[in-house]
């Protein structure tokens, strides 16, 4: 009685409203919690979160503002930044952030995504020329430190006898139970950065006997929109071309409640400023701009972590971590080189492009170990992959895509066509086609590991019948014409969502979301000895109630998920929370509190849900069990340079005695982790 008790005064919380539309919300950080639903790759995730907590951080002048700048809002649809575009030269200058609510296709959602990047200010032209004694002078220089701890001891950091150790090193980490990490940056307008990062996961070596400093340094220097010269970028940077089909090191979309917008945007070159060791190229890379045409040269070369046998890659290490001995082993063990470039033309109806690279490993060889699944992975000295990517724009039409061929000349190609009836309706088709022997392995697109082996149709429509209302919807259909991981026979799978946005007034939206999954898995039936390739089926509700008033703010979300296998009984699981967050103006201080309870038959049934954290850190964990999660969340802002950002949090599980595996498991059921961090600006 006391648990049911204790859920509705948590639902109850957030459920009375009013106010304005807030520029400093965080609403668009439930964008990146629904592709952490959709189990977007981890390392997209924390490389865009990076990307829009820094935007935020250093809002784009929406007088000012490109093409180039406003893709870097991933919630912005094509259509959107051309009306966008469009309202501005028409009306320009804007006199405040507000007038885009004027803007056909924008609605009250995207809004609220868009306002914390954005701000109205005097225009004036980036291409003006340049003198050290101004960059110096107006720059802004920014220092950022962190450190996380957890208070339980973890299995790899029991405190035994030398000797046990040597016996057994594979049972404990080489460093400290603690993650750090320090990056200072310098920023110049839009035309100059530099940075440094230095990072250890906890587990890693800093001061001892196994190793002196950082795990990861990372450092970079971009120059933007000096004469033909667009961009120009030394160090550590990231690329995008087309849909991905190339070269994507970038952000890939992720299938959310915004269904139409599943195009990848071309993002070009960036500055790669984040801690993400697997993502980044490494040299040299600019493009060069005459009118309508730009030209792009590349080139990386950078060591990599694999297992290496003679002169013979098996497999590439991605996750980062050099916490044991056998992580050192396969430290550094690889170099991927990459050269290549990429043309493109555009007018504000027609953007075409290609794209071309080569990539080896340094003289080593690509072999991962056969398995069926693998057959038709990259096995080669080097590779090379050539792309053509389209863009047309007629009126209430808009047509994208792009077409790739591999060295052995396997075909890739992804097609969208958007069309636009009436303002109120929007309607999306995609299709993907990507061969069983097509080999990219800088390529990138949502939802798949590999661009391979994949046969997809996807629909998307949204419905705006009133003002406060929106209706969207999506169907995924996808064919596996050979194995994947775990599943032993070609497959399919079905992705069906719906979601319904409802604004009960300015500062209250709602939202009810149901999502469907079918998709194949190895399974071992109880009556049988041997694995059959079984369907199985997930469906999720999540309902959720924001709430925006003065210093103000609440969410409340209600999760639920089902789980059924054949021949087996349907497992459950669910999850309500509470998030209030309240800020002070003097002195400049804001605090949130997170409150979750969450009760799933298995890891099948498990739920990830986003909770606040500390600047430029994502935090959507998942959960399965029984258990109690809260959170409380900090910032103090002392001055104009001087911030602090702080975070505790603490779980408890009311089904184990033993949290985690391995290394990482913790004897008893409660863990407590702190997150602070402190920000400079000078």
């Known amino acids: 009685m006391k648990k049911w008790i204790f859920l509705l005064l948590i639902c109850a919380t957030g459920i009375r409203v009013s106010a304005q539309l807030d520029k400093k919300n965080t609403q668009w950080m439930e964008y990146l919690e629904e592709m952490a639903d959709n189990e977007a790759d981890e390392n997209t995730l924390e490389n865009l979160f990076s990307d829009l907590s820094y935007l935020s951080e250093h809002p784009l002048n929406l007088n000012a503002a490109t093409k180039k700048d406003l893709e870097r809002l991933p919630f912005l649809s094509d259509l959107q930044i051309e009306n966008i575009l469009f309202y501005v030269y028409k009306y320009a200058p804007l006199a405040s952030i507000y007038e885009i609510k004027n803007i056909a296709d924008l609605d009250l959602q995207t809004i609220t995504y868009m306002l914390p990047f954005i701000y109205v200010g005097t225009y004036t032209d980036e291409r003006q020329s340049l003198s050290i004694p101004q960059i110096f002078r107006y720059g802004k220089h920014e220092i950022l430190t962190r450190y996380d701890y957890c208070f339980q001891e973890k299995s790899g950091y029991k405190d035994d006898s030398e000797e046990e150790k040597a016996a057994h090193p594979s049972r404990y980490y080489l460093g400290e139970n603690y993650y750090t990490s320090f990056k200072y940056g310098f920023r110049y307008k839009e035309k100059i950065q530099w940075g440094f990062v230095g990072e250890k996961d906890a587990g890693e070596p800093f001061w001892n006997k196994q190793h002196k400093g950082f795990d990861y340094y990372s450092a970079h220097l971009v120059l933007q929109n000096i004469g033909i010269l667009e961009t120009l970028a030394l160090g550590d940077y990231r690329l995008s071309f087309g849909q991905g089909l190339v070269l994507n090191t970038d952000f890939s979309m992720v299938k959310t409640s915004d269904v139409i917008n599943v195009s990848k945007k071309s993002s070009g070159i960036k500055s790669h400023h984040s801690t993400n060791e697997s993502n980044a190229l490494r ?110 724009r007629k009126k209430k039409f808009i047509f994208q895509g792009e077409t790739a061929i591999g060295k052995n000349g396997a075909p890739a190609y992804l097609n969208t066509l958007q069309i636009i009836p009436v303002s109120s309706f929007n ?89 469907s999954k079918n998709k194949a898995r190895n399974m071992t039936m109880p009556t049988q000895k041997t694995t059959a390739v079984l369907p199985v089926e997930e469906q999720s509700l999540r309902y959720q109630i924001n709430y925006n008033k003065y210093r103000i703010s609440t ?66 964990p998942s959960f399965y069990g029984e258990g109690l999660r809260c959170c409380l969340t900090f910032k103090w802002t002392l001055n104009d340079n001087l911030s602090f950002y702080a975070k505790g949090a603490w779980t408890r599980y009311f089904d184990r005695d033993v949290i985690s595996s391995g290394l990482e498991a913790i004897e008893g059921n409660d863990k407590t982790d702190i997150y602070c961090l402190v920000r400079w600006k000078f």
Do not use: C
């Open 283 to 392: 040299g040299l890379a600019f493009t060069l701009g005459w009118k309508r045409t730009k030209l792009s040269l590349f080139y990386s070369r950078r060591k990599a972590d694999a297992s290496v046998e003679d002169s013979t890659i098996t497999s590439f290490k991605i996750d980062g971590y050099r916490r044991t001995p056998n992580d050192l082993l396969k430290k550094d063990q690889a170099t991927k080189r990459l050269f290549g470039g990429n043309i493109n033309w555009q007018n504000n109806f027609i953007n075409i492009g290609l794209t071309g690279i080569y990539y080896d490993f340094d003289g080593k060889s690509l072999y991962p170990d056969l398995k069926p699944y693998n057959m038709h992975y990259l096995r080669d000295k080097d590779n090379s992959n050539l792309g053509a990517y389209y863009l047309l």
């Open 427 to 515: 309607v999306v088709f995609l299709h993907r086609y990507f061969s069983v022997d097509y080999q990219a392995d800088y390529a990138a697109i949502s939802g798949t590991s590999t661009v391979q082996n994949e046969n997809g149709y996807y629909m998307g429509a949204t419905f705006l019948p009133f003002s406060s209302w929106k209706i969207s919807a999506s169907i995924d259909f996808v064919e596996y014409p050979w194995l994947k991981y775990r599943i032993d026979a070609p497959s399919r799978y079905t992705d069906v969502l719906l979601n319904l946005d409802y604004a009960l007034a300015e500062n209250i939206q709602t939202s009810l979301r149901y999502k």
């Open 555 to 620: 969410k409340t979300q209600a999760n639920l998920r089902f789980s059924q296998f054949p021949e087996q009984d349907m497992n459950r699981g669910y999850m309500v929370s509470q998030s209030i967050t309240y800020a002070l103006p003097q002195p400049a201080m804001q605090g949130d509190l997170y409150v979750a309870y969450f009760h799933t038959d298995d890891w099948n049934t498990s739920i990830s849900a986003y909770e606040k954290s500390i600047l430029y850190a994502f935090s959507a």
